[in-house]
């Protein structure tokens, strides 16, 4: 904050003076007092005009996750599923499947949505996952929350409990874990 005047004297000031040099005022007082005054400038890093993603087009995008998720399953128990054919082991706990389910998942969206803010399924649809405020990538925490019920059922459950709580939200978010993440999914051109 640049003084131009002195109040005392009237004489002008230079940018940053902190005492007057024709009567020796001190200004570092007058300075802080006209600082606070003043409000501080909030930048928006919102774009103008945002597109956010349709209940469809996420849905789409999530059935495109659900079978590259469901190959990637398949992949990875294969070796499992030859040991239990091989020793003639049938009896498996039906837990370990939903765990290992679960995990894959998390990784899944986790993992892409880190890196690049989308995944497979957004990217190919032309969606993203922002950060509500700033419309930039979301931090790996706000990812975490926003990724931890996006598996079958649990996001079942997110969604129905979304529908009902933001039924008239203009940024059409549909799962309660994105109010929790703060972020929200664009369309991107």
């Not at 640049?2 to 005392?8: A, V, Y």
Request: hydrophobic share 45%; net charge positive.
């Amino acid at each position: 904050m640049s003084l131009k005047i002195c109040e005392k004297c009237g004489a002008e000031i230079g940018k940053d003076e902190e005492f007057c040099p024709s009567c020796g005022t001190d200004l570092k007082d007058r300075k802080q007092m006209n600082m606070s005054n003043t409000k501080p400038e909030m930048k928006e890093n919102k774009p103008s005009e945002v597109e956010f993603a349709d209940l469809g087009w996420r849905f789409l995008a999530w059935i495109i996750d659900f079978l590259v998720i469901s190959a990637i399953y398949l992949f990875l128990l294969i070796p499992y599923y030859l040991w239990r054919i091989i020793l003639r082991y049938w009896f498996v706990i039906g837990v370990s499947y939903y765990l290992i389910w679960y995990l894959i998942c998390l990784l899944y969206f986790l993992i892409l949505e880190s890196i690049l803010g989308q995944t497979l399924g957004k990217l190919l649809l032309g969606l993203k996952t922002v950060d509500e405020e700033t419309f930039e990538k979301p931090s790996f925490i706000q990812n975490l929350k926003n990724c931890c019920l996006k598996c079958w059922f649990t996001c079942l459950i997110d969604f129905i409990i979304g529908v009902k709580k933001n039924s008239d939200d203009p940024q059409k978010r549909k799962r309660i874990m994105q109010n929790v993440s703060h972020t929200v999914v664009i369309k991107i051109t």
